[in-house]
């Protein structure tokens, strides 16, 4: 089992930053693809951005040049810096992890950018 807990959510302005970020515990594996996803209500949960164990990361078009994942295995931590917010990026942020075809939810943290 894998334990996740994302942090730094909250109310924003829009153009301001935010700093999410995912703490995994539990039966943390060497092999990995961790990420960031987001939800609004009455839609589908999307994928924001993708860091994999080997280094390669992948973000959806409408973050490209404003957020920037990344990761202190040290601290088995992933990070989401979010820059030029949008009040189109408010929703629930979910980090992931999955192992192979194993895949754990964090409960989520709520972003909100104001106009």
């Known amino acids: 089992q894998v334990q996740l807990v994302e942090s730094g959510g909250g109310l924003v302005q829009a153009g301001g930053s935010l700093r999410l970020s995912c703490a995994a515990s539990g039966s943390v594996s060497s092999l990995n693809v961790m990420g960031w996803y987001r939800q609004v209500p009455g839609k589908e949960r999307e994928l924001v951005a993708s860091l994999a164990s080997n280094g390669t990361t992948s973000s959806a078009d409408f973050v490209k040049g404003r957020f920037t994942i990344s990761s202190d295995n040290a601290k088995n931590t992933m990070y989401l810096q979010m820059n030029s917010l949008k009040p189109e990026d408010t929703a629930v942020y979910y980090c992931?992890?999955?192992?192979?075809?194993?895949?754990?939810w964090g409960p989520g943290t709520q972003v909100t950018v104001s106009s």
């Open positions: 992931s992890y999955r192992h192979f075809q194993y895949l754990w």
